[in-house]
Structures are given as C-alpha cells and as structure tokens.
C-alpha cells in the first residue's frame, strides 16, 4: 500500500481521504464525485519548478491511481492569477494526447486516448504530461507562484468517474545563488560574486538578491563560502 502522507516525496498519497492525524487535510481539493465513498482512486500531483520574470519553465505532472484510467481532466488556477500561464501541455505517452485551453475561470486540460489505451494501477507516481508556463514579467524576484486545481474528474474504465483529488504544485521566481539567472549554480555565479565584492562590476537589484546567500543584506566573503558550499554539494 502506500506510505503515510507524512513520508510521501509529493506530500499525498491516496490514503488521506482518513485525513490521517491531519497531515494531507490542507494539501489537496477534491475534484471528484464522491460517490458516497470517501476513498480516492486517483489523485494528480502537480511538480515544482523555477524561472525567472519574464522566463518559461516545464512542470511535470503525475497520476497515482488504484484504479485504472481511461483519462483525465483538469482546471488548473494559479496565486498570484497572472503569476503563470500555460502556453502548451504535452502527454508523456505516445497512447495518450493532451489538449488544452486558457479560460476566464483557469486553464482546461485534457488527456485522453483515441485507441483505447489506460493508465494500469500503480502504487508509484507516473509523470503522464508536461505543462509548459510562461511566467509573468512582473512576478517578483524571490516570490511564489502557486499552482492549484479547482477540479479535477478522472474517468475509470467504461466512462465511470472514479472519486479523484488534485495536489499542486508551484514555480519558484528566481534561485537564490544562481546569480547571472542561466538556471545553473556553478563556479560562474561565484565569479560574478566576487565581481560585485570587490566592485569591478556593479550587479543589478536582482543579481543582488540571488548573490545574498545568507540574506543579511550584504554581499561579502560568507556569501562566497555558503556558495561555495552549494556548488560543491555539501
């Protein structure tokens, strides 16, 4: 079976619907018909990633399900509203296709099969697609765009809705150590550090904030050696 919520690498599994001391009641909204059963048989689990204002990023998407799945559907909103837009949804399945659309009340997304194909019970995560966002440009350096599902129906053998729930995910704006924002953490950040330090070059406001490792508001010889440290993996 699954493991606690509490030791899930997602946050869920597909025990919460016991609530389980509490651990998963505010990780999830429940998408599916209830069916007079409390028990989920699939549940989406969104992934996180990170950009930059203005950048695009790729988050995966997963199904854990008891039941076998015919197909998906989703609408999928995010906090701060124009934090991120989906610009495309690709399916991980050569079986299954994936189509979308934005919408006033979020984006709608579906995947299904034109041959038949389901998603076999697993008692693993399974990526089946990959959403693409565009972040916004105003998003701010060191924010959080929250990626939520305001419904979710998960259809089971035979067109039978199965009781279904959706956990989200989120995009991080900016990583902190990544200074010239190519997406890397790597000797070149630290270079560009010890640029700024001694004042060869002058960083810009958001090169400050990622180069500001302890966040004192100073950048100096500790920030080279916490940075160090992440290069090096310790």
Known sequence: GFADCEDQAWGCDLSCYDDDGD???DSADDGGDDGGSDEVQAALVLGEGSSIPGGQVEISLYLENVEAVAGVQ??????????ATVYEISSTSDCFEASFNNTASGTIGLIYSLSGCMFEPSDESNEIATLY????????????VELYFSEVIVAGDGGSQLNS???????TVGTIGDVNHDGNIDVIDAVSMISFILQVEEPTESQVWAADINED????ILDVVLLVEMILGD
């Open 74 to 83: 989703f609408t999928l909103g995010s906090s701060p509203e124009d934090g």
């Open 133 to 144: 966002f565009d972040v916004s440009a105003n998003a701010e350096w060191g924010s959080v």
């Open 217 to 220: 508001g100073a950048l100096n």
């Open 23 to 25: 651990d998963c009641n």
């Open 165 to 171: 729930s959706g956990y989200g995910g989120a995009i």
